[in-house]
């Protein structure tokens, strides 16, 4: 078979209940490098934190990290990046918002965050990547891949809402999870990081095959040939890429299983 591209999100699609990596997922990813795939881990999750997942994997793997705000070779050569202007990270800090909405700011090297949030580092036990408590409000705005604000869905809904018009149209801003309103420089998104990717491997869309689970994987799966969505997904996520292939639920092991029936890999597994 022709080499294809294989892009996966992370939480709720590649990695288990517990956000990790399950045997059957590393045996899977591979094989399949192994027979000259390529292969490519797409996530909302800063580089550092993706890159963990890399190593544990143990195969080349392209990292389009903080929603494709950044796209980085197998080999972590910077492929492209984009950051949000700084004057708009300025004009998002200073909008009015619920006091238990968690500010948070990636950068290159880091993640920092308003106020201490512990209950959000169980997402990354397997990694050991952490926040830095830091004072956002002086922050200058300059080297922010994404803002991101954490808090309860109809809080995060309000302060959506009340992003002027003239700043909205110069963001992108979408979810990866009810409670994770994700905030980047208009034209970002898994997508428009995958179509890049395309371009770098001289590869047809119709050779490339997508997994995700929630509204911030919508654009990468309709640039996709082959895009499937899991059967935990947001409902709403149907509804954006009807053309979607719906599939088994993350866990246990249900992009592992999709690609073993794709690339016919179940008896060289078994």
Not at 35 to 42: D, I, M, P, S, V
Request: aromatic fraction near 6%.
């Amino acid at each position: 078979m022709d080499p294809h591209l294989i892009v996966t999100d992370l939480d709720n699609t590649l990695l288990d209940a517990e956000h990790d990596l399950d045997d059957l997922t590393i045996e899977t990813l591979r094989a399949l490098s192994a027979r000259g795939h390529h292969l490519a881990l797409a996530s909302g999750r800063h580089f550092l934190d993706i890159a963990a997942f890399r190593r544990r994997l143990g195969v080349p793997a392209y990292i389009l990290s903080t929603n494709g705000a950044h796209l980085h070779a197998p080999d972590d050569t910077l492929i492209a990046e984009q950051w949000v202007p700084a004057e708009l990270v300025r004009e998002l800090v200073a909008l009015p918002r619920e006091a238990d909405i968690r500010l948070n700011f990636y950068t290159n090297e880091e993640w920092l965050i308003d106020a201490p949030a512990p209950e959000l580092l169980a997402l990354h036990a397997h990694t050991g990547f952490g926040y830095r408590v830091a004072d956002l409000a002086a922050h200058d705005g300059r080297g922010v891949g994404k803002v991101l604000c954490i808090g309860d869905p109809e809080a995060l809904a309000a302060l959506e809402a009340s992003i002027p018009a003239g700043l909205g149209e110069r963001l992108h801003l979408t979810y990866s999870m009810a409670d994770s309103l994700e905030i980047m420089a208009q034209g970002v998104n898994k997508g428009a990081a995958l179509e890049r990717l395309l371009a770098h491997l001289d590869l047809p869309a119709e050779r490339c095959l997508a997994f995700g689970d929630n509204l911030n994987d919508a654009e990468m799966l309709a640039v996709a040939g082959h895009g499937f969505i899991m059967d935990n997904a947001n409902p709403a996520l149907f509804a954006r890429v009807p053309r979607a292939t719906r599939i088994d639920h993350h866990h246990p092991h249900g992009v592992a299983r999709r690609l073993q029936r794709f690339f016919a890999l179940e008896a060289s597994l078994s």
